[in-house]
């Protein structure tokens, strides 16, 4: 570490630290050790080192070297808040990470970014239902399909005029971006498959497969009936993620944007006959084994299925956030107003905690 890093951290009156992890190009697991910090001339972030966790992927061994690492670098009683990824090795709120350092740090509040936790509740709410998984991975290879080849990219250009996202699996708003584009482009992507299929000679025979299968899907009731539930679904996820990705707002503003999602969500279940009815008109009725028995009492139960996965994740992952309301309390734009009206809601269990550290390191 280079020496004006090491000054500036000496210097620092509290610091904040930050993990994630990262496979190198050998497939070593590296973990990252940044520290974030105030300065006279602004808030600094530095990256300090990597180190091989390959074989140390527990929350004991992590937190063993998390807290050796401030030990090291003389940061023990300066610790304010630590920030990891939200997988639950690092963020259990019980065994995890933040856990271990908090028994040694107690003033070590956890926090965990709102846009990737957003992005933790869209994946954690679907990938639990075997039919949201499958519907995912049909399109994930629908991009794919034509990221693989020059030749269909030109088609999907010349017949849809739009090209389709490829899907990261940690970033969910990549999902939304296919979801909006398929469920917008869904009868040129069929004009396209069709094109295909048609002119087989024209294309080799892995080509001509999938596009008879997604030519198929684009056409099965179950498979429309997702794009159209997920696509309201993100429209209001969208919204919420432009929020939490713009550092201008303030901690209580996001909450409340998480809360008024929670209320679009449930809102979504007065949605369901619309939908179904809708993609009944398009496809017509569910074919093969959805065919039997009560098809809309089915899919009834997974659009409700859904939309209580993607509640459950917002409260287990937002719920302890409400904690840091207490946060707003250090907005300088916000002090004249609280000489009149002091908000004591903000000030949460642990906020004196951590104002009583920023005081004893002479920042307040």
């Not at 930050?18 to 600094?44: C, H, I, P, W, Y």
């Not at 970014?113 to 075997?130: E, M």
């Not at 004009?191 to 899907?217: M, P, R, T």
């Amino acid at each position: 570490m280079g020496e004006t890093i090491k000054e500036e951290i000496s210097k620092a009156p509290f610091v904040a630290l930050m993990l994630d992890e990262t496979t190198d190009v050998s497939n070593a697991a590296q973990l990252s050790f940044v520290l974030r910090f105030a300065t006279e001339s602004g808030v600094k972030e530095r990256f300090v080192k990597f180190e091989d966790v390959t074989g140390k992927k527990r929350a004991e061994d992590v937190a063993a070297m998390a807290l050796d690492f401030l030990e090291e670098h003389g940061c023990m009683g300066k610790l304010v808040a630590q920030c990891y990824d939200g997988a639950a090795v690092m963020a259990s709120g019980l065994n995890g990470v933040q856990a271990k350092v908090k028994e040694n740090i107690p003033q070590a509040l956890f926090i965990h970014c709102y846009a990737h936790a957003l992005n933790l509740v869209l994946s954690q709410g679907v990938v639990k239902i075997k039919e949201c998984r499958i519907f995912f991975s049909h399109l994930s290879g629908l991009a794919a399909f034509f990221s693989r080849s020059p030749k269909r990219t030109q088609l999907l250009d010349e017949i849809c005029q739009k090209r389709l996202p490829r899907v990261a699996p940690t970033r969910w708003n990549f999902a939304s971006r296919l979801v909006c584009t398929v469920f917008e482009k869904k009868d040129a992507l069929k004009d396209l498959f069709d094109y295909i299929v048609e002119h087989h000679e024209e294309f080799d025979d892995a080509a001509i497969l999938s596009a008879d299968g997604y030519l198929s899907n684009l056409g099965n009731f179950e498979f429309r009936f997702f794009l159209s539930t997920f696509n309201e679904i993100f429209a209001h996820a969208d919204v919420l993620f432009d929020i939490l990705q713009n550092k201008s707002f303030d901690m209580q503003f996001c909450l409340t944007r998480v809360e008024e999602f929670c209320i679009c969500i449930e809102g979504q279940r007065d949605r369901f006959d619309q939908i179904y009815d809708e993609t009944v008109q398009d496809t017509g009725l569910p074919t093969g084994r959805r065919a039997h028995g009560d098809s809309r009492s089915h899919y009834k139960k997974l659009h409700n299925g859904i939309l209580e996965n993607i509640l459950n994740q917002v409260q287990n992952r937002f719920k302890d956030h409400k904690k840091l309301s207490f946060l707003s309390l250090l907005d300088p734009q916000q002090f004249t107003s609280f000489n009149s009206n002091f908000p004591e809601t903000f000030v949460s269990t642990e906020g004196p905690v951590v104002i009583d550290t920023l005081r004893h390191c002479n920042y307040l």
